[in-house]
């Protein structure tokens, strides 16, 4: 019985640690079947010795205190922060974050300092205006998503990506620089409404599912041969654009209200499985950069002050869709090319328009619906209104092959 006066309060006092870090696995605190939620530094400091942590960490939303989470080398679940009021959040040995490191509404976070940080399963970030650069040392190498909005971030230097299934960044109004050894992207890219200025650069990017960047000053891709479904450009200050390796796009290829761009250059493009739009680029006076682009599956349209185009390879190829070139410019002698080229059973399979409007500078959004789907269809002059979008058009086409 005496005995017994003792084991009683040692479960208390093991029931209490249990309550405190979720339902132990384990009379071990490194182990716990749910998620282990900190409120204080010393909360975290009880888990030092924790080399590895089975499990899921939390940082209660009323913690005030900066965390250092020191002694941990390997998260096996996820570190959540969401609404918690800390300014400095470390962890000098962790290594590997097996599941999601999500950082939600932290407004008064300005460090993030991970130096061994190179394997997390993936990153969320969201309303951390005050967060303005990483310490992330070694690079994170590998992850599946990564979705950093709203930051006060002006680069992502130690996010060293060499593959990911998914990539959003948007709305980073303070980011200039955006710079990876990426290889690949197996489900999308988006880059979205960055800082003015904003550089883009994928050295090693050979392939991707799905890719869209708006309102960038400068894109690199020089080694893309691939791309799944859509690749667009939209709103952007970059002056010229060039993939030479680029093969094939599976989707819609799309260069719309870039109003710097000259030059586009892609000298080994033979297919777009969908839509080609060059709508509303002030800047571009030749279409001359698509020398074998074969075969387009969907619409082929080109809006704007041009002076002349051409397409060499359609001679023995084909567009499925209608096919629309208009420019404020005299382009009859381009136009004449084409012209033989319309008919239900020749290469412009879908009809023909080929004019000059003065009106093609403007804007209106009438058209841009009609062919938004790029679709393969029959039926001649069916584009033969003319796809001059508005500004909010413009956005919703954005969004619709970003997306595709």
């Known amino acids: 019985m005496a005995a017994f006066r003792y084991i009683v309060p040692a479960l208390a006092i093991a029931s209490g640690v249990a309550a405190q870090f979720g339902s132990s696995d384990s009379s071990s605190p490194c182990s716990v079947s749910a998620t282990a939620t900190i409120k204080s530094q010393a909360d975290a400091t009880a888990l030092s010795s924790c080399s590895t942590f089975q499990g899921s960490i939390s940082i209660d939303a009323d913690t005030v205190d900066n965390i250092d989470l020191s002694g941990i080398s390997r998260i096996t679940g996820d570190l959540n922060i969401d609404g918690a009021s800390i300014t400095q959040l470390s962890g000098s040995q962790l290594a590997v ?24 399963g993936s990153i ?183 002076s002349n185009f051409s397409f060499p390879a359609l001679s023995t190829g084909y567009v499925r869709g209608t096919t629309n070139m208009t420019s404020t410019e005299n382009i009859s002698s381009s136009c004449s090319v084409f012209q033989p080229l319309q008919g239900k059973d020749k290469q412009l399979r879908g009809g023909l328009t080929c004019k000059q409007s003065a009106s093609a500078g403007s804007s209106g959004q009438n058209d841009i619906n009609s062919n938004s789907n790029g679709g393969s269809t029959d039926k001649p002059n069916a584009a033969a209104g003319l796809l001059i979008p508005s500004t909010a058009v413009l956005g919703a086409v954005a969004v619709l092959f970003g997306l595709l």
């Open 124 to 306: 969320r970030w969201n309303a951390l205006p005050n967060l303005q650069s990483l310490n992330f040392a070694q690079g994170v190498q590998m992850l599946k998503a990564l979705d950093i909005q709203n930051t006060g971030l002006a680069s992502l230097a130690g996010i060293m990506l060499n593959t990911a299934e998914s990539i959003f960044i948007a709305n980073n109004n303070y980011l200039k620089e955006i710079s990876m050894p990426l290889g690949n992207v197996t489900k999308g890219l988006n880059i979205n409404s960055n800082g003015q200025g904003l550089t883009v650069a994928f050295p090693n990017l050979k392939w991707a599912y799905n890719m869209t960047i708006s309102n960038a000053a400068s894109i690199s891709t020089p080694a893309l041969m691939s791309v799944n479904t859509s690749l667009g450009f939209y709103q952007g200050g970059f002056d010229s654009y060039s993939a030479p390796n680029l093969t094939t796009v599976g989707g819609a290829l799309s260069f719309v209200s870039d109003s710097q761009l000259s030059n586009i250059s892609l000298p080994a493009l033979t297919t777009v499985g969908n839509a080609l739009y060059i709508v509303n680029n002030a800047n571009l006076k030749t279409i001359d950069g698509f020398p074998l682009l074969k075969t387009i599956g969907g619409n082929l349209l080109a809006v704007g002050t041009f």
């Open 97 to 120: 974050i097996g599941g999601e490191l999500h950082l939600n509404e932290l407004t008064r976070l300005t460090t993030a300092n991970f130096p061994s940080l190179v394997n997390v």
